[in-house]
């Protein structure tokens, strides 16, 4: 390159060599938390939301990767914008099964094929989904606390997320309506485009919706769809990982010709994360969309990985692998239950509950502890040797007030003894900045 063209470069400000949504994708915590993981290697991390890798599947993989080459070289091919049909209604069919017994009643399948769709992992189907509906400016509504990494989709397209109280079964009707209607009142209903949820062991807060809130927040999208539709992005990477009580069926049941419903989900959590298979059943009107959106992505998702997982579902390995990470799973979530009550019990105002599924745990500590990264406790734990997610990042930026006060705890990665060794450590360094 010349002088001159470096010159010249050299003239403009780097916020004028970037797009605006270069600009808006910029501040993601997943950054700033992996800085601090990757800055200690031999940290507890009871942060990161990865899966154990003891439990990774490598010789029920092994066998479908052998299966699949020995029948035919295609899966080395190619793919489809749409995937796998075979994946693609094993899937289906498995999901109205599932449905079906968790309702105790029999419903036919009235989604179509062609509304199923696959994608490397379920972020990325997220993605494709607040791009497709979001012009900046509009407005997605979240639960308070919600799915950092979703919201941080959101921002990256011009989005806003707006905040809704929550209790142990999830977000609040009665504050969905509320924050709709005060919309109205504004002027601004029309910029509403999806509400956003993780209706299975919630990430972070671990809560789940009750089968009564799945049927009302549907029918609130319903009532309050009077400039166009407003979806229901019902997250549910999760949903396998039940550790207690029954299975609830999927909005998808209560909706199952998906007028409003955009249902995600992922092999990440119950199978494996490296395989990078997720999947979506898509509104009729948003399939040629999104397909159209994935043609310039990356014009069909791994077939390789795809036909992996074909061959796992055949096979039946996937039923007893959940069944052996829910058995795993268990035990280091009653391990990090022992440890919160043995260290932090006996901390006035400092409250969590057992969720019955998931990975997540949420901690609300005395109002006057501040855990974010501008304060005196997260230097403090990673110079202990732990390393947590600060729950203000969980926040949607308008609705509910942000609490400073809470931290996200995953119990995946971790053995019980060094959930018991983190725990110790956070309940050390709480007391050390109170001393």
């Known amino acids: ?14 916020a ?71 994946l693609r209604e094993m899937l289906l069919s498995n999901s109205v099964a599932q449905d079906n017994a968790a309702a105790q009643t029999q419903q036919a399948c009235q989604t179509q094929l062609e509304q199923v769709l696959i994608t490397p992992g379920s972020n990325q189907l997220l993605y ?11 407005i997605v509504i979240c639960a308070a606390p919600s799915y950092f990494v979703f919201m941080g989709a959101v921002k990256n397209v011009g989005g806003r997320t707006l905040g809704i109280a929550i209790d142990q079964q999830g977000m609040l009707p009665d504050a969905i ?25 919630d990430n972070p807060t671990g809560t789940s919706l009750s089968s009564e809130r ?11 769809s009077k400039y166009h539709k407003i979806y229901i992005i019902s997250d549910e990477a999760y949903r396998l990982l039940r550790y207690q009580g029954d299975d609830i069926p999927s909005m998808h049941h209560w909706d199952p010709q998906l007028e409003h419903s955009i249902i995600t989900s992922t092999f990440s959590k119950s199978y494996s994360p490296g395989i990078r298979v997720g999947w979506g059943y898509i509104p009729n009107e948003l399939v040629e969309p999104l397909i159209n ?27 007893r692998h959940v069944t052996r990470l829910r058995e795993i799973y268990t035990t280091k979530q009653q391990a990090m239950l022992q440890a919160l009550d043995k260290y932090l019990g006996s901390i006035e105002n400092c409250h969590w509950y ?47 007030k942000v609490n400073r006060s809470t931290i996200r705890l995953t119990f995946g990665v971790q053995s019980a003894s060094s959930i018991d060794q983190g725990i110790a450590i956070l309940a050390e360094s709480i007391a050390q900045i109170q001393s």
């Not at 390159?1 to 780097?14: E, G, L, R, T």
């Not at 605006?20 to 942060?47: F, H, V, Y």
């Not at 066998?63 to 070289?73: G, I, K, Q």
């Not at 309506?177 to 999806?194: C, I, M, N, P, S």
Request: glycine fraction near 6%.
């Open 354 to 400: 057992q969720p019955k599924g998931g990975l997540c745990m949420w901690l609300t500590l005395p109002d006057n502890i501040d855990t974010g990264p501008a304060s005196t406790l997260l230097p403090t734990t990673i110079d202990a040797g732990l390393l947590y997610v600060p729950g203000q990042y969980c926040f949607p930026v308008e609705g509910q």
């Open 177 to 201: 309506e509320e924050a709709l209607q005060r919309l109205e009142d504004q002027g601004e209903l029309q910029r509403v485009k999806a509400i956003y949820t993780i209706p299975y062991y």
């Open 16 to 86: 004028r060599l970037l797009s605006n949504r270069a600009t808006w994708a910029s501040g993601q915590p997943i950054d700033e938390l992996m800085a601090m993981a990757l800055a200690k290697p031999n940290i507890i991390s009871l942060a990161a939301g990865f899966v154990d890798n003891e439990t990774l599947p490598v010789e029920m993989t092994r066998n479908a990767v052998t299966d699949m080459l020995a029948e035919s070289p295609a899966p080395l091919q190619y793919g489809t914008n749409h995937g796998d049909p075979e």
């Open 293 to 319: 959106h994935k043609s310039n992505l990356d014009f069909g998702s791994p077939f390789f990985t795809q036909r992996i997982m074909a061959n796992v579902l055949k096979r039946g390995d996937w039923d």
């Open 128 to 138: 494709m989904v607040a791009d497709t509906l979001l012009d900046p400016g509009d």
């Open 214 to 224: 799945r049927q009302q927040i549907l029918e609130i999208a319903r009532k309050w």
């Open 1 to 14: 390159m010349s002088d001159n063209v470096k010159s010249n470069n050299a003239q403009f400000p780097q």
